[in-house]
């Protein structure tokens, strides 16, 4: 009778446990998608590095070609499965790791920069300090910075070029604040 209970009570907890993991499972093309976006977010966000980037690619690269290998002789087996989903765990975690360890902590995304460039040129005008073309040349300049980001975060931002668009935010910077100290006066 103990053994009749314990085999129902392991059998119900079986019953339990296998929807629950059924419905957290996802099949490999799914998770190789979810995989590829998050890097792709990653790189578009700044929160990888090209080398990042590159590197995780390469590992989802060399789990994709394995996963085709397993595939190539018969389709999948149990074990290739969990081993499959055991890597793509190790990669997911590693793409969290990577995007959160803040490895430019200190650096400023441009459009944080881009927000308080607009409240000073706004300021600026408002209290007369900036003429209406000294603020827009300064806007036009930082739409060329803008969109050299964009051009580097295609392939995610390298530290040199981080550094590029520091030096030219910092120049432009440098221009809005000489403009508000001049004597240029704006009259409306």
């Not at 389709?75 to 995007?99: N, P």
């Not at 964009?150 to 070029?161: D, H, K, T, V």
């Not at 403009?179 to 704006?186: E, P, T, Y």
Request: proline share 1%.
């Amino acid at each position: 009778m103990k053994k009749f209970l314990a085999m129902a009570v392991a059998a119900s907890a079986l019953a339990v446990a296998a929807p629950a993991s059924a419905q957290s499972w996802q099949s490999i093309n799914q998770r190789q998608a979810n995989l590829d976006a998050r890097i792709d977010a990653g790189v578009r966000s700044g929160d990888l590095t090209r080398n990042e980037a590159a590197r995780l690619r390469g590992e989802f690269r060399d789990l994709a070609r394995l996963e085709a290998r397993y595939r190539s002789s018969n389709g999948l087996s149990m074990s290739e499965r969990r081993d499959l989903d055991m890597r793509f765990d190790r990669l997911s975690a590693q793409i969290r790791f990577e995007r959160n360890d803040r490895q430019e902590r200190n650096w400023q995304p441009i459009n944080q920069r881009q927000r308080a460039l607009d409240a000073r040129i706004d300021r600026g005008v408002r209290d007369g300090r900036l003429t209406r073309n000294e603020a827009y040349r300064l806007r036009t300049e930082y739409g060329q910075i803008a969109a050299l980001e964009r051009r580097y975060r295609a392939n995610g931002l390298s530290l040199a070029e981080r550094r590029d668009l520091d030096r030219r935010f910092d120049r432009l910077d440098a221009q809005l604040t000489a403009s508000l100290n001049d004597r240029d006066r704006w009259r409306g």
